[in-house]
């Protein structure tokens, strides 16, 4: 009997062991009747925790030859745009044409801040929080509500958060309530943690 789990492929011996090589030896890799085709193993990937491609100081995902894939939360950015933040504004925010680079730039920059910096005002708050709302030129409004973790840090602080809703939301518990999946009627929780 194989005690080790690298014994596993060569107890499979037989038809199998070709596969078990492969699967030990390459990347990614796609058999079809007649074909394989098959890419060596990456040389860095780096992924966040939902397992989406991500990194902020270089490529989220490096071949030995050469190729690169830079992304930031599963999305492929330019290999220099994060670099090339250092000087951000509100402003600069404001007139970038892309959406999807906008929504990266107002997460570096930070939800707060870009509020702050902006004038923004709230539109609705309550007991859950409070509903933001960032009108873009040419695009929909960034909706948010901001919420305050109901545990507190090990130094004793409580960690404020924004969540992205959907645009449509018009209150803040609305706002938290679809963060969970349910209706804003059904949303009672019993304990916050």
Not at 84 to 102: G, K, M, P, V
Not at 107 to 133: C, N
Not at 154 to 161: A, E, F, S, W
């Amino acid at each position: 009997m194989a005690g080790a789990a690298g014994d596993a492929g060569a107890a499979l011996g037989g038809p199998l062991s070709g596969l078990a090589e492969v699967a030990r030896a390459a990347g990614w890799w796609w058999p079809y009747e007649r074909l394989v085709i098959c890419c060596e193993r990456p040389a860095e990937l780096y992924r966040d925790e939902p397992g989406r491609l991500h990194r902020g100081d270089g490529p989220a995902l490096a071949y030995p030859d050469g190729f690169a894939l830079h992304a930031w939360r599963g999305m492929p950015i330019p290999p220099d745009f994060v670099a090339s933040l250092t000087d951000l504004t509100a402003e600069r925010i404001l007139h970038e044409e892309n959406a999807e680079l906008r929504r990266v730039m107002l997460e570096i920059y930070g939800y707060d801040r870009y509020l702050a910096d902006t004038g923004a005002k709230p539109v609705h708050q309550d007991e859950t929080g409070v509903l933001w709302s960032i009108d873009l030129p040419f695009d929909e409004p960034v909706v948010m509500v901001e919420v305050v973790n109901s545990t507190p840090e090990p130094d004793g602080t409580r960690r404020t958060y924004y969540l992205r809703v959907p645009p449509s939301t018009r209150t803040a518990r609305e706002g938290v309530a679809w963060t969970f999946g349910v209706a804003e009627a059904d949303y009672r929780p019993e304990k916050q943690t």
